[in-house]
C-alpha cells in the first residue's frame, strides 16, 4: 500500500503511477526539469506579468537556453521530439508556475508540428532552425472578429495573387503572443475560392515585414500575459512563405491545441489546490487550538478538489496515450473529453480554493483570485465547452462529429 506521504507527493504534482508507466527515465527527467525551470524562473514573476499585461519574454529566453522551445520538433531538425504524455505533463508544469506561458507556449509548439505535417523540406530546416537554434517564436493567428469556432467558421482574411506571392488583407483577434512572435502562422482564402477545402491557405508571416499593425491591445480579466492583440494585417507574403496546398490546414491535427489547453487549465487548478492545502495546514482558526485543515468542511472541501483533478488528470494521461493510435474517432472522443473536463475543473477547483480561503481569497496579495481570472478562459477558448459536449454527444449517438468546421 502506497503510504500517505507518497499520496500527498502525487497530488502535489509528481507524476501519476499511470503516466509514469509509459514514460522512460528521459522523458521522466525532462518533466522534472520543466517543473523546477517553471517553479523557480516562472512562479516568481507570473504577478507582474498579470498585473502589466505583458508578455513573458524572460520565460521564453529560460525556455530556449534550457532547450525546450523545440519541445515539438522532431529530432532530426534539432527538436526533442517528444510524444503526447511527455508533452501534456511539461504544459502542466509550465502552467504550474506561469499560466499565459504555457497557453502561448502550446500553441508555438502546436504550430510547429503543422509545419513538420505540411511545410516542406526547406521550410522544416528553416523554421525548425530558427525556433530551435536562435529562439524564435510562432504565434497561431486565425480567429476573426466576425466568426465563431461555435458555428461554421467564415474566414475573410484574403490572399490576392501578385508578383511573386501574395497580397494578404485580414483582422485577426486573440492574436496570442501579440507583437511578441517572430512569425505569424496566418490562415486566409485565396480570392477567387469560396470553400476552405478549395481555397484556404495558410502562411508564415515574418513579424519584421511591413503592414502588420496592433489594432487594439489585449485588455483582459485573465490570461492577461499572453498578449492577445487584434492585429491587421495588410502586407505581402512571398510564395516561399505559403504552408502546404490549398485546404491543407484541413488536414492537420487541431487536437493538439485541446491537448495542451486541457494540460493547461489543469495545471492552474493543481497549483491552486497545493495552495489551498498548504494554506489549511499552517492556518490556525481562532475558534480552537487546531489547524484549518483539521475542520470536517475543510476537509470535505479539499477531498472534493483532489478528486476532481485525480479524475481529470487520469483522462489527460490516457488521452495522450490514445493520441498515439490511429483511432481518429477514440482520438476526438478523448481529446474532446479532456479539453472539457480539465477547463471544467480548472474553474470549479480555483473557485473552490477562493471561497475555503475565505474573504482573504480575493485579494491581489495571494494568488487565487489571479488562478481563477485565469481558469475562467478555459471554457471559452475553442473548441468551446459547449462545442465539446456537442461533439461528444455526437460521437456516442453514432453521428458524424467534429469540432472544428470550415465554410
Known amino acids: 500500500m502506497d503510504s500517505a506521504e507518497d499520496t500527498r507527493r502525487e497530488t502535489n504534482g509528481q507524476i501519476p503511477a499511470l503516466a509514469s508507466r509509459f514514460l522512460t527515465p528521459d522523458q521522466q527527467s525532462l518533466v522534472e526539469t520543466v ?6 524562473r516562472f512562479a516568481p514573476m507570473a504577478a507582474q506579468y498579470d498585473a502589466d499585461s505583458t508578455f513573458p519574454t524572460e520565460n521564453y529566453r529560460d525556455l530556449h537556453e534550457a532547450g525546450l522551445l523545440g519541445l515539438t520538433i522532431p529530432e532530426k531538425y534539432g527538436g526533442l521530439g517528444v510524444d503526447d504524455l ?91 503572443l501579440g507583437d511578441s512572435a517572430d512569425y505569424y502562422f496566418l490562415t486566409g482564402m485565396l480570392e477567387g475560392t469560396s470553400t476552405a477545402k478549395e481555397g484556404l491557405l495558410s502562411a508564415l508571416v515574418p513579424r519584421a515585414g511591413s503592414g502588420i499593425k496592433v489594432e487594439r491591445r489585449w485588455n483582459a480579466m485573465g490570461m492577461r500575459g499572453t498578449v492577445s492583440h487584434t492585429i491587421r494585417y495588410d502586407t505581402l507574403v512571398k510564395t516561399s512563405q505559403i504552408v502546404g496546398p490549398p485546404g491543407g490546414f484541413l488536414t492537420v491535427d487541431l487536437s493538439r491545441f485541446s491537448l495542451g489547453y486541457a494540460a493547461t487549465y489543469l495545471g492552474i487548478a493543481e497549483t491552486s489546490f497545493d495552495f489551498i492545502v498548504e494554506y489549511a495546514k499552517s492556518r490556525s482558526l481562532s475558534s480552537s487550538s487546531g489547524a484549518m485543515s483539521e475542520g470536517a468542511v475543510t476537509q470535505s472541501a479539499i477531498a472534493e478538489m483532489g478528486t476532481s483533478i485525480r479524475a481529470a488528470k487520469l483522462l489527460l494521461c490516457e488521452t495522450a496515450v490514445v493520441r498515439e493510435t490511429d483511432d481518429t474517432e477514440a482520438v476526438t472522443l478523448a481529446t474532446t473529453q479532456a479539453k472539457y473536463l480539465c477547463a471544467e475543473v480548472g474553474v470549479r477547483v480555483t473557485e473552490q480554493a477562493m471561497r475555503l480561503a475565505g474573504g482573504r481569497g480575493i485579494l491581489k496579495d495571494m494568488p487565487l483570485e489571479r488562478w481563477h481570472r485565469d481558469a475562467l478562459a478555459g471554457p471559452v477558448m475553442p473548441p468551446s465547452n459547449e462545442r465539446c459536449l456537442e461533439t461528444i454527444g455526437k460521437i456516442y449517438c453514432g453521428l458524424q462529429a467534429a469540432n472544428f468546421e470550415f465554410r
Do not use: W
Open 86 to 176: 511527455t508533452y501534456a505533463l511539461c504544459v502542466g508544469e509550465i502552467a504550474r508556475g506561469c499560466s499565459a506561458t504555457a497557453l502561448t507556449f502550446n500553441m508555438h509548439s502546436t504550430i510547429l508540428t503543422f509545419i513538420d505535417e505540411l511545410g516542406t523540406e526547406e521550410q522544416k530546416q528553416f523554421y525548425f532552425k530558427e525556433v530551435a537554434e536562435n529562439g524564435k517564436l510562432v504565434a497561431s493567428i486565425t480567429s476573426e472578429p466576425d466568426s465563431s469556432f461555435r458555428d461554421k467558421y467564415v474566414i475573410r482574411t484574403s490572399f490576392t495573387p501578385t508578383d511573386g506571392g501574395f497580397h494578404v488583407e485580414g483582422l485577426k483577434h486573440f492574436c496570442s
Open 35 to 40: 517543473r523546477s525551470l517553471s517553479q523557480e
